[in-house]
């Protein structure tokens, strides 16, 4: 998958602006993100579930002050760097409090945390995958049955068109089809969403 572009600066200026639909579209968006980023540093769903709710007070106590400084990184960027504080406080409060208690497993997340290129790797695969579900479930209802399902089938499980082309009783160049037309839709999403 090409890389995905940068968060759309149209969206940052009205989380800014304290616009609902805006930070009703970021939460369904980047909640995901952040949740599966914590889980693959380690963290069980409650504790990612908690941090998720540290790092979007964070963003939006901080979002009055955020300025688009295209020199100093992108949004993404500001986020990951949000998130991995947060993270690591977190990791912190939890190591100090199983400190008493003998426990390591905090250690071990803590320093698994430090290799911020390998952790950025990870945020900006995490947003890729998030964002792409996001844009597929938005443009699901555009579709046929048959059209989504030759899609989905192809492209995210893997089977072959072949067979794909013989279970719902269409042509392989249907398929073929269903397939480009799906993943252009999800790409405009994409774009209109990030800019």
């Not at 955020?66 to 993270?87: H, M, Q, V």
């Not at 699901?140 to 719902?168: G, H, M, N, Y």
Request: with cysteine.
């Amino acid at each position: 998958m090409k890389r995905l572009p940068e968060t759309r600066i149209s969206l940052v200026i009205r989380l800014r602006d304290h616009d609902a639909a805006a930070w009703e579209q970021f939460v369904e968006i980047y909640s995901g993100v952040i949740f599966a980023y914590c889980r693959r540093c380690g963290f069980q769903d409650a504790d990612a579930n908690d941090l998720v709710q540290e790092v979007l007070q964070s963003v939006a106590g901080a979002m009055p002050k955020f300025e688009y400084d295209p020199d100093k990184g992108a949004f993404r960027s500001w986020l990951f760097t949000i998130c991995r504080n947060k993270i690591r406080s977190f990791a912190n409060r939890a190591r100090r409090a199983a400190h008493g208690a003998g426990g390591s497993d905090m250690n071990q997340r803590i320093h698994a945390i430090e290799d911020d290129k390998t952790q950025e790797e990870i945020w900006n695969r995490e947003h890729e995958l998030h964002l792409f579900a996001w844009a597929m479930h938005q443009v699901e209802s555009e579709f046929q049955q048959t059209t989504w399902r030759a899609f989905q089938r192809v492209a995210i499980d893997l089977e072959s068109p072949e067979k794909v082309a013989a279970e719902l009783n269409i042509s392989k160049g249907a398929v073929y089809i269903a397939k480009s037309r799906v993943i252009s839709r999800i790409r405009d999403e994409i774009e209109a969403l990030e800019g």
